[in-house]
């Protein structure tokens, strides 16, 4: 990191602003203000560097190392300029620099966890109110502005009243669109997860978020503002869905990476009351409830795994049973001896779902488009418009059985064949030992 000051040409005196430069992956040399300098050097935001952005996926793809940390701060530059953008292409929109400040640390703190109450921790521990005003912001309405843009509601009927309490009105209803977006999934977010994933993974990305935030624009649309696509650019709004998609299938639920996901759990839950992390006022609570205590939340990462495989104990008394069969399921992760794939089908019930993003719904039906020739009136774009290879079916449920125990595979086999066989379900069994692909 370091530091550069800008002379801001001005009349009166001018006042120093200071940005610091991030030389990112992804997105080259970045520049973020003090403020999200200030909240990226908190022990709640750089938690994230030990919680890796794919989970398990590191053990089946060995380039994804990255974590969660990154991929916000990519996020919080990603929304800065899509604001930004937005309001030189728009003066009339009045979009303050205080808006800009405000996505761009909803952005940034999107992926804290436990919804916003890590972000609310955050700000209070760390005592970032007054530095909060000293920047501009308005509180208690800006906080609850940028928790509404990190949890937004979805109401583009313009039937529905506005209830959001961060104080920006409908004729704003475009901010809450950048983050994470509810009306169609098309958000910075994703932009960026995208692009990094891909990096990481060695999975082509084919779509181009910075040609998206260059042909932006927010149109009204039955009394709410929305950010709209050029008409030209509905086939690439496609193909970022289809990259959404092939991901999952590739990567995110590829077979081994659930397997590992699988073993993780089963070690947690054994470990669950052997892990004590101390929380707030002294106390001591176990995984499963430190999730409810934000300073117990602070100090888990993905390095409980190093815990239970490494047990540090000054007393000569032996492991807990249930922590040493924890260690025992992540020791056969680190083995590769890992739970078998024995089959998989389509079903009607809720297991691994592969979708746009939109559940069986065609994204694109609740995107807006403008044309160059008038680009202040939202239209929707029929598919039949755009090709008729798009796909008709949006979303599929599979059902994946695992055997824990290599040596019953083939019984396995034979009785989840037979079990389809009896509920109609059609089932291609893979017959192959779990390697890195």
């Known amino acids: 990191l370091r530091k550069v000051t800008f002379q801001q040409p001005s009349i009166i005196p001018p006042r120093p602003l200071c940005l610091t430069v991030f030389n990112d992956p992804i997105h080259g040399h970045i520049e973020l203000p003090p403020l999200l300098v200030k909240i990226i050097d908190t022990p709640q935001f750089q938690r994230l560097r030990n919680i890796k ?141 995208f692009a990094r994933d891909c990096h990481h993974l060695g999975i082509r990305n084919n779509f181009d978020h910075q040609r998206f935030i260059m042909f932006a624009r927010v149109c009204d649309v039955n009394g709410r503002k929305h950010i709209c696509s050029r ?18 299938r590739r990567a995110y639920q590829h077979r081994v990476t659930k397997s590992v996901e699988i073993m993780i759990k089963d070690a947690l839950l054994k470990a669950d009351h052997h892990i004590l992390t101390k929380g707030s006022g002294g106390t001591t609570l176990c995984l499963s409830k430190a999730k409810t205590d934000m300073e117990a939340y602070t100090k888990l990462t993905d390095q409980v795994i190093e815990k239970i495989l490494h047990p540090c104990s000054s007393s000569n008394e032996p492991t807990p049973p249930p ?8 020791e056969r992760i680190m083995s590769r001896d890992l739970y078998q794939f024995v089959g998989e089908t389509k079903v009607c019930t809720d297991v691994v779902t592969l979708d746009y993003g939109m559940k069986n719904k065609d994204p694109i039906n609740t995107t807006y488009f403008y044309t160059k020739a008038n680009p202040t009136e939202a239209f929707k774009i029929p598919r039949e418009q755009v090709s008729k290879l798009l796909p008709v079916c949006f979303a599929e449920k599979i059902l994946r059985v695992y055997c824990k125990n290599s040596a019953s595979l083939r019984d396995a086999k034979f009785c989840f064949q037979s079990w389809c066989h009896e509920n109609d379900f059609v089932t291609e069994v893979t017959l192959y030992s779990v390697g890195w692909q």
């Open 323 to 330: 922590l040493e069969e924890a260690r025992e399921i992540l």
């Open 53 to 193: 952005q794919l989970g398990g996926g590191y053990f089946v793809f060995p380039g994804a190392s990255h974590n969660r940390f990154e991929h916000s701060i990519g996020v919080g530059y990603l929304a800065g300029e899509l604001a930004k953008a937005l309001k030189v292409k728009q003066p009339e929109l009045n979009i303050s620099d205080r808006d800009v400040l405000c996505v761009q640390i909803a952005g940034l703190c999107h992926d804290l966890g436990n919804k916003t109450i890590m972000f609310d921790h955050l700000v209070k521990a760390n005592s970032l109110a007054q530095e909060m005003e000293r920047y501009g912001l308005i509180l208690p309405t800006d906080l609850t502005f940028i928790k509404e843009m990190i949890k937004p509601l979805k109401s583009d009927d313009a039937e529905v009243l506005w209830l959001r309490e961060g104080e920006r009105h409908e004729n704003k209803s475009f901010l809450y669109e950048i983050v994470s977006n509810k009306q169609n999934g098309i958000d910075v977010d994703k932009f960026d997860y």
């Open 231 to 248: 008409d030209k650019e509905v086939a690439n709004l496609y193909d970022m869905f289809h990259t959404r998609n092939s991901l999952h």
